[in-house]
């Protein structure tokens, strides 16, 4: 998967898979009524670096559709920040932090599936342009999971106080 990488692709894909892994473990975190503050920071930071470096490494001409989806993700992750950084979580930036958290690690994993079809030699004749079921099947798949999720951790980290870790 890695091979024929330039250093700046490689160095791209290894922050949005730490941030893919680290998100992970932050909503179950969150699904547990855990703050996880080492986690969290790791997979909001390597996460907004995912996009950074999506606009920084890689060209704008032509603009394409993932550049449109790293722009949403920084404007959800600026409010995923804010919530927990500068309004600490309380009131409505609880579930307001949840959401957004979710909605940027969702468009991480979206563009994962992506790359993905694209490529993997076994998925590729499956992938955009033209897609065809199991890529639609794999993107309605991981949409549905990223719902359930966040249903569970909006219900798990509620408005009572939770562990720090």
């Known amino acids: 998967m890695f091979s024929g990488m330039s250093g700046l692709t490689l160095v791209h894909v290894v922050i949005s898979l730490i941030g893919i892994l680290s998100g992970f473990i932050v909503v179950f975190g969150l699904i547990a009524g855990k703050r996880l503050n080492g986690w969290t920071a790791i997979f909001l930071g390597t996460t907004v670096l995912t996009s950074v470096t999506g606009f920084v490494?890689?060209?704008?001409?032509?603009?394409?559709?993932?550049?449109?989806?790293?722009?949403?993700?920084?404007?959800?992750?600026?409010?995923?920040?804010?919530?927990?950084?500068?309004?600490?979580?309380?009131?409505?930036?609880?579930?307001?932090?949840?959401?957004?958290?979710?909605?940027?690690?969702?468009?991480?994993?979206?563009?994962?599936?992506?790359?993905?079809?694209?490529?993997?030699?076994?998925?590729?004749?499956?992938?955009p342009p033209d897609p065809k079921p199991p890529f639609l099947i794999a993107q309605i798949a991981g949409l549905l999971l990223f719902i359930a999720l966040t249903i569970y951790a909006v219900r798990g980290f509620h408005n009572e106080p939770t562990r720090a870790e």
Do not use: C, D, E
Request: proline residues 6%; without cysteine.
């Open 57 to 127: 490494f890689f060209p704008l001409n032509p603009f394409l559709p993932s550049h449109i989806v790293g722009i949403i993700s920084l404007v959800v992750l600026l409010v995923a920040i804010l919530a927990r950084y500068t309004f600490h979580l309380s009131g409505a930036w609880r579930r307001i932090y949840v959401v957004t958290a979710m909605m940027a690690f969702y468009l991480n994993f979206f563009i994962l599936i992506i790359q993905a079809f694209k490529k993997v030699p076994a998925l590729k004749g499956f992938a």
